[in-house]
């Protein structure tokens, strides 16, 4: 079809598009924005070609909407998930851990993972470290080829991914798919956040 052919959405759409793959995500916990949105305008009956709205007006709808309808049960199981993230931190403190992701955003709900960046020479040595204290681990693909590996761990709400990094790029500034900086926060910082 050619580019003038296509169907044009306006900003409605667009925010319709937003509320309904935020609605996907926080109900059915669809965790990739991309497949939440193109979902979503399926839902809608929108073309294939509908212009979608970016990962940020999403997660403002996500919060929004776990606002709205999820209210003081979202405060609170996002507190104990964050929790749990700072005792996890704790515990590898040697890895130079950050907390990313939704749980940091304050976009996570009972399916999200704990993610948590950690800094190592190899994933190997953060393995063995956690096989040590007797906790189970599973490995999950990279989304990134900048990552070594992805190791999961069951926490006491959810489950944890411990992104494994080079230490090289820990100065580095992490980026979305959609190009906006990630977010990461320090333990120290999160035992602060957990306090207010």
């Not at 509908?50 to 709808?61: H, R, Y």
């Not at 693909?141 to 926490?155: F, G, N």
Request: hydrophobic letters at 40%.
């Amino acid at each position: 079809m050619p580019r003038h052919d296509r169907p044009r959405t306006g900003p409605g759409t667009r925010n319709a598009i937003a509320a309904a793959a935020a609605r996907l995500m926080a109900e059915d916990g669809v965790s990739d924005y991309h497949l939440a949105k193109k979902k979503a305008a399926r839902q809608l009956g929108l073309p294939e070609h509908s212009a979608f709205p970016d990962n940020a007006e999403v997660e403002a709808e996500l919060r929004a909407y776990r606002t709205l309808y999820q209210g003081e049960l979202h405060v609170e199981m996002l507190a104990a998930m964050r929790q749990s993230a700072l005792e996890l931190m704790e515990l590898l403190a040697d890895f130079n851990p950050w907390l990313t992701g939704s749980v940091l955003d304050g976009t996570a709900g009972e399916h999200s993972h704990i993610d948590i960046l950690l800094f190592a020479d190899s994933a190997k040595e953060v393995e063995i470290f956690l096989l040590n204290r007797g906790i189970d681990v599973d490995h999950a693909t990279p989304r990134s080829d900048k990552v070594e590996a992805v190791l999961q761990v069951a926490t006491d709400t959810v489950d944890a991914n411990l992104v494994i990094l080079p230490h090289h790029l820990e100065r580095v500034s992490l980026k979305h798919r959609d190009g906006r900086p990630r977010e990461r926060m320090r333990t120290a910082e999160l035992r602060l956040l957990l306090k207010e």
